[in-house]
């Protein structure tokens, strides 16, 4: 992930090498199937990144009495920040892409409490970019997003986690090792600042979420409220 052999030495002790095999995503709805293929196949096409996930960005809200749960989508305000205003209007659609080379420097998987995660990024079809953090290199949250050009940067890696529920959270800098996290996280993921529903909790303007650590992680799904 560095450049220089000494930071690239410390993270290779750290590596711990496992095998994994990973299984088909979750089905897609019939009624949304041709929407999502559609988008699917005007991918954002680059040399090494490749669609694994499409749907709606969405919170993952819990009800402690009944046990039930819900989804509810993401929006983007006017400066392009990733947004929760609650109302199910303009929904954020995006894809997760896969990219084999958030992987150079690292081990093939990684360990994560969490299980083992794909890296990648979130990509906009609707903008033709990526959502990004544009505070990344500070050293402690909240972080802040925003739309950026496609890249391999730091401020854009998230990972999509399979053992916990297709939880995609911020990744930044962190490696799957856990020798290096980014903000100084626990298990270097940060989610979207959250009430302990799951509930968005806003508390900037516009409406834009935050990033911090112990936080929840999106969602991508088909039919959110």
């Known amino acids: 992930m560095f450049s220089s052999s000494p930071s690239f030495i410390i993270r290779a002790q750290c590596t711990l090498l496992l ?21 699917a196949l005007a ?35 006017s400066a392009n920040q990733t947004a929760y205003v609650g109302d199910g209007n303009n929904p954020l659609v995006v894809q997760f892409e896969e990219c084999d080379s958030f992987l150079q ?9 969490y299980g083992f995660p794909l890296q990648g990024r979130l990509y906009v079809p609707a903008t033709g970019q990526c959502i990004g953090v544009t505070d990344q290199s500070k ?10 050009k496609c890249g391999s940067g730091y401020s854009q890696r998230f990972g999509l986690y399979y053992n916990h529920n297709n939880g995609i959270y911020f990744t930044g800098n962190s490696d799957p090792e856990g020798c290096f996290t980014q903000g100084g996280c ?32 999106f969602h991508l799904v088909t039919t959110p409220r």
Do not use: W
């Open 43 to 77: 991918a954002h096409a680059t040399t090494d990144c490749r669609t694994a996930l499409v749907g709606i960005l969405s919170a993952e809200i819990k009800n402690a009495t009944s046990g039930s749960t819900i989804y509810k989508s993401f929006t983007l305000n």
């Open 186 to 217: 626990v298990n270097g993921t940060l989610g979207y600042k959250a009430l302990s529903d799951g509930t968005p909790n806003i508390t900037h303007t516009k409406n834009q979420i935050t990033l911090e650590c112990k936080n929840k992680p």
């Open 105 to 113: 420097g690292e081990a093939p998987t990684g360990y994560s409490v």
């Open 139 to 148: 050293d402690i949250p909240p972080y802040y997003t925003t739309l950026l």
């Open 19 to 39: 095998t994994i095999s990973l299984f088909p995503l979750y089905n897609i709805s019939p009624m949304l199937s041709f929407v999502l293929a559609a988008l």
